[in-house]
């Protein structure tokens, strides 16, 4: 999900539930589905209303939006929409509600960090049919990523996205760093120079304004995190845990090639407990906001728009300059930003890793909602007229091209694409756009940029360790959260943490952790 003020943080929350097994190849067979018989493109084979669960708040503007919209679907394929927006606040909690109540809804946007490999395994979601059904569908979602999303050779999801590999990232005032003499922000000292100069010279300005949804984001690689400098080098490691845990085992470094897993708990990871080492001094220095811990994101990411942080966190999603640009502007009118890249060396440095599963996935409610209907509509917004419509509002009205693929937007109207219609050859660029995102986002849209990681496709399946999962949920926000943002002390902390894991059923995580990887990779040869 990307950042917009409606959103939390568009975080990695990494490849959970599912796996190898007997246990998987059942829940499979279980969740299949027949592979739909329509195709858009007039056939009105299917009727009624396709209603969808959206994250957010609906967009202002929205009424006229969805007239045009429903009128033009109507006629095309003799159905219209009905968008249902969620708060954030309350998104994941009520997607899983929805589904466990029976609701009637076609789609929902579903994530690996949320409820999908749950919602999977307990029979909620149809199996997604082939694309060729659906030309225009097929047309803007590349095999590789198709693939790169299945499971056990089955889509359970319409990936949503708008560029190969996801990062989280900085964004700067880059006019303060050339203030300040520090115009390029190669390596991790740079970016600690620049942040000690921001507390030395930017009065009560905050060095970094951080928020409670980063968590693990600030400290375990994935394959970067924002203040792990050894993942800033070696951009190619990628936590693993059992979907609702929050806890990350780090494999070894051989493992692809030994079948020798060894997976370790983050806390035993140096690069990570160096991390928490940082971050805490970073906490005493005052180089983070205190209050993190409890800070939404977008009332963090609104101290950064408002010229109260000189930096902040982003993603390589295209949306940095129009989130946070605009509004500094009218408190800063000579302020400019820069994306600055976990990465040594920057976008030339390496390839770091990356699985290229979608952080946003569509996903069919197999018992409430109707496949046909539902694969028709994701056709539908393929075609770059009803994408561009319900992406970018009415055009002249709530938005004008600008050259071949930008736009400038006329009106506040913002709708969550990566929730319905992301496809990543009809993105345009917002025309504020500063150079260095245009740069870092042409990067990010190219697959050769990454180095795809042996486990990619890797889903570990947490039904044998159910009793595990729920024990360890606790325990990681209880004691795991705080050492996120330097609000304890780190080695007592992860004595606490490591302890209360261990009680928690840590060895028996361990053990199926090692089991199901190691049969990944057998499986994978």
């Not at 059942?26 to 007039?42: T, V, Y």
Request: charged share 15%.
């Amino acid at each position: 999900m990307p950042e917009n003020s409606n959103s939390p943080h568009p975080s990695r929350r990494n490849f959970l539930a599912l796996g190898g097994g007997a246990g998987l190849a059942l829940a499979l067979a279980a969740c299949s589905s027949g592979g739909g018989s329509s195709s858009s493109g007039g056939s009105n084979s299917v009727s009624g209303v396709s209603t969808v669960l959206l994250p957010g708040t609906q967009p202002i503007g929205w009424g006229n939006v969805i007239a045009k919209a429903n009128a033009k679907l109507q006629k095309d394929l003799g159905f219209t929409l009905d968008a249902q927006f969620v708060s954030w606040t309350n998104y994941v909690s009520q997607n899983l509600l929805k589904f466990t109540a029976g609701g009637s809804f076609d789609t929902t946007d579903e994530a690996l960090w949320m409820n999908m490999a749950q919602l999977q395994q307990q029979g909620a979601l149809a199996q997604i049919p082939t694309f060729s059904k659906y030309p225009n569908l097929a047309a803007t979602i590349p095999s590789t990523l198709v693939t790169a999303n299945q499971w056990s050779g089955k889509l359970w999801g319409v990936p949503q996205v708008n560029t190969a590999g996801r990062l989280v990232h900085f964004v700067i005032r880059q006019d303060l760093a050339d203030k300040w003499g520090i115009s390029s922000i190669g390596d991790y000292g740079d970016l600690e120079r620049f942040l000690y100069t921001a507390k030395q010279k930017g009065g009560s300005m905050i060095p970094f304004a951080a928020n409670s949804t980063l968590t693990f984001e600030m400290a375990v690689p994935n394959p970067n995190a924002l203040f792990n400098e050894a993942s800033w080098n070696d951009p190619h490691t990628i936590g693993q845990m059992f979907n609702g845990t929050n806890l990350y085992f780090i494999f070894a470094k051989n493992a692809a090639t030994t079948g020798s897993i060894n997976p370790i708990p983050f806390w035993e990871d140096p690069g990570t407990v160096q991390a928490f080492k940082t971050i805490r001094k970073y906490y005493q220095d005052g180089i983070i906001n205190a209050n993190a811990l409890n800070l939404d994101t977008a009332t963090a990411h609104g101290e950064f728009t408002a010229g109260g942080a000189a930096a902040t966190d982003c993603q390589t999603d295209g949306l940095t300059s129009s989130t946070f640009l605009p509004g500094l502007l009218k408190v800063a009118p000579s302020a400019q930003i820069a994306d600055v890249l976990p990465l040594k060396g920057g976008l030339t440095g390496t390839k770091p890793n990356q699985t290229f599963q979608a952080q946003n996935n569509v996903v069919i409610n197999k018992n409430g909602g109707d496949l046909d209907r539902a694969m028709a509509l994701q056709d539908w917004v393929s075609i770059k007229e009803n994408h561009d419509l319900l992406e970018y509002g009415i055009e002249g009205t709530d938005w004008k091209p600008v050259g071949d693929n930008k736009y400038q937007q006329l009106s506040q109207y913002t709708f969550p694409g990566y929730a319905l219609l992301w496809r990543t050859s009809l993105e345009l660029r917002t025309s504020v756009m500063t150079e260095s995102e245009e740069q870092e986002f042409s990067w990010a849209q190219d697959f050769g940029n990454f180095t795809q990681d042996p486990f990619s496709s890797f889903i570990p399946d947490s039904t044998p360790v159910k009793q595990q999962v729920t024990a360890m949920s606790n325990v990681t926000t209880e004691y795991a959260n705080p050492l996120y943002y330097g609000a304890v002390d780190v080695d007592s902390q992860i004595s606490k943490l490591a302890a209360a894991a261990d009680a928690a059923g840590l060895s028996t995580l361990q053990e199926e952790m090692q089991k199901q990887a190691a049969a990944y990779l057998k499986a994978a040869k």
